[in-house]
């Protein structure tokens, strides 16, 4: 519920998980069309299906720095034409619903990114600690063996 964008820190891999189960209802149907690179050249236009109709896109590969193409997106850059939102990216109006999401995945474990995107996004470290993967596994073996006790645990 944040208003900036959240650039995950997801080292292990299951930020993506969380948000396909955040997102079920953004993301009825995963088959990848709302998953990008940072890299791909049909980013744009990923972008633009995904701003007009309110869905949420997943960027990935993200290094040190995100594409300035990005930023009135990032920024939230809307302009009001009568009823209608756009965001004007790289010289082109994008139809903007107010239902669109974006995530930005990173990889690496330790990254270092400026003090600009961090202002322009929320920061959230899916980095696993010992003490979380030891609950993560405790609550495998317990729904493997005994039904009862998962339900008392998560009580």
Do not use: H
């Not at 007009?52 to 997106?73: C, F, N, R, T, Y």
């Not at 202002?119 to 899916?126: M, P, Q, R, V, Y």
């Amino acid at each position: 519920k944040s208003t900036r964008f959240p650039l995950l820190i997801d080292p292990q891999g299951q930020a993506l998980n969380w948000i396909r189960n955040k997102e079920v209802d953004r993301l009825p149907s995963w088959n990848g069309q709302n998953l990008v690179e940072i890299s791909d050249s049909k980013l744009k236009d990923k972008l633009e299906f995904c701003m007009s109709d309110g869905k949420s896109l997943v960027v990935v590969g993200v290094e040190d720095e995100i594409d300035p193409m990005l930023d009135p997106v990032m920024e939230k850059q809307i302009v009001r034409k009568g009823k209608r939102k756009f965001i004007n990216v790289s010289d082109k109006l994008m139809d903007f619903d107010d239902n669109f999401m974006m995530y930005f995945i990173t990889r690496l474990p330790n990254p270092s990114f400026s003090p600009e995107l961090q202002a322009k996004t929320t920061l959230i470290d899916f980095t696993v600690t010992q003490k979380g993967l030891e609950e993560q596994l405790l609550g495998k073996v317990i729904g493997k063996e005994q039904k009862a006790l998962e339900e008392q645990l998560n009580q």
